[in-house]
């Protein structure tokens, strides 16, 4: 599975005062309490030890559904999970498409989930089609010089194009009346 957070960057600027803020504001986020509170909240695993050890976060991850409905199991289950596996885990860094891929991973998951729910037929043909599908959608078949380099995407379609062309007509409209209320406004501050 992926897994993937925000980062924290600390520029080096001209301005120490703004880096020495920025560093003090990365040791606030590394604290316990934020730690803690932030796994707590929205599913994250405490990125030091010190947090992950301390007795709040691990009095929290043993907390049951019978104990309390405020757990939300699946959320304590995968940090559980999580904790234990540790070792099997490795790190990447962020590569352009990350995110795609993270979306498109999710997307497998809850589709075959909605057509289990559904009671379809999960065999061979219905991963192959979901799988592009999914490709296609998230464009996970284009290599970097096709993403960064402009594509021919062919003529707009039809009704594009006439919202286009009535977009521009209300504008002239637009415009074309303006100026005759101008005009209008003109001829009679003279008039008068």
């Not at 089609?129 to 959608?137: A, C, E, Q």
């Amino acid at each position: 599975m992926i897994s993937q957070g925000p980062s924290i960057c600390i520029f080096n600027k001209p301005d120490s005062q703004e880096v020495l803020a920025s560093w003090l504001f990365t040791q606030f986020l590394l604290t316990n309490d934020v730690q803690i509170a932030y796994a707590r909240t929205e599913g994250y695993v405490p990125v030091t030890e010190k947090a992950r050890s301390d007795s709040r976060y691990t009095e929290y991850l043993n907390h049951t559904p019978e104990q309390s409905a405020d757990y939300y199991e699946v959320k304590l289950l995968a940090s559980r999970l999580l904790i234990d596996h540790t070792s099997d885990t490795f790190v990447t860094p962020v590569f352009n498409g990350s995110t795609s891929l993270r979306d498109a991973a999710g997307q497998l998951i809850e589709n075959t989930v909605k057509s289990v729910r559904r009671k379809e037929t999960i065999n061979d043909a219905y991963f192959d089609k979901l799988y592009s599908d999914v490709i296609s959608l998230y464009r996970l078949d284009q290599t970097r010089a096709d993403v960064t380099g402009k594509a021919e995407l062919g003529p707009l379609p039809k009704t594009a194009v006439v919202l286009l062309v009535s977009l521009c007509c209300v504008w002239v409209l637009l415009g074309v009346y303006a100026l005759f209320d101008y005009l209008k406004k003109r001829k009679k501050g003279k008039a008068v």
